[in-house]
């Protein structure tokens, strides 16, 4: 088997196309940065380098889509760009009622609560924040808006005329991107919030009306000596999400 691309998993600033005399076995390669990745939710204002960005941003190209149709435009802020973006999505979300493109979930029922609830208990115990204590909680609601200090934010827009499919289409090339920053040593955070304050970020950017404003990634490098960063997710068995039909 001869030379293959040595993934590095949380190597800050190493490139994921960097071939070694080592071989690496692709599947090993690819559970460590599915399982390795996490939502960073607390950053170092470190900015990434320009060249890791292109990467990136190239690696996530290769998402597919339905019938190619490569619905996501993006928005990329960094240095000052991202600062003035941070201020002024905070005041507004500070302020003012939240305004999405994308109609919200009716209801969150069942499992689906369960593992919403298991979510946001974890963060908050993770920052010794008690589940009654609703001011620190709505406080640490609100650093979605400074983007947990993330030096970089690209904001997801699809064609309004694709509809649902280019939703999907864009929640894959989210799941590319966050994989591909993974491969990099880049931490990120996808956030619907950033979306639900829709209306500040169209005026801020001058978006278009024909573009819907689906989702932002945060990232930059991450702190990981920030509790926040500590607490981890649960992911479901296969056997539970997995209906098999073999006659």
């Known amino acids: 088997m001869g030379a293959v691309p040595n993934v590095t998993v949380n190597g800050a600033g190493q490139d994921a196309s960097v071939i070694t005399d080592e071989p690496t ?15 960073c939710r607390a950053f170092l204002s470190e900015q990434v380098p320009a060249e890791l960005i292109e990467r990136m941003f190239a690696l ?18 960094s240095g000052e760009a991202t600062e003035r973006f941070r ?19 009716e209801e969150y029922h069942g499992v689906y609560q369960a593992r919403r ?3 946001g ?9 008690d589940r009654k204590d609703f001011e620190a909680r709505s406080r640490q609601m609100l650093e979605n808006f400074r983007f947990f200090g993330a030096p970089h934010v690209a904001v997801i827009t699809s064609d309004r005329s694709l509809g649902p499919y280019g939703y999907i289409d ?7 991107l966050l994989q591909a920053a993974e491969s990099l040593g ?14 500040t970020v169209r005026a801020h950017f001058q978006i278009p009306d024909d573009r819907v404003i689906v989702c932002g990634v945060s990232f930059g490098y991450a702190d990981t000596e920030h509790p926040a960063n500590s607490f981890r997710t649960g992911r479901e068995a296969p056997a539970n999400v997995v209906d098999r039909h073999d006659r």
Do not use: F, K
């Not at 996530?60 to 019938?67: D, I, L, V």
């Not at 939240?98 to 919200?104: G, K, Q």
């Not at 208990?121 to 924040?129: A, M």
């Open 117 to 119: 609830r298991e979510a």
């Open 60 to 77: 996530a190209q290769h998402t597919a889509s339905w019938c190619n149709s490569q619905a996501w435009q993006v928005i990329l802020t």
């Open 25 to 39: 076995r692709l599947d090993v390669a690819l559970e460590r940065i599915l399982v390795g990745r996490h939502s």
């Open 121 to 129: 208990y974890g963060l908050y115990g993770s920052l010794g924040i």
């Open 186 to 199: 880049i931490a990120a955070i996808p956030q619907a919030a950033i979306a639900m304050r829709s209306d």
């Open 87 to 105: 201020a002024e999505l905070y005041a507004a979300a500070s302020t003012r009622p939240a305004r999405s493109d994308i109609p919200e979930p």
């Open 170 to 176: 864009c929640g894959a090339y989210v799941s590319t």
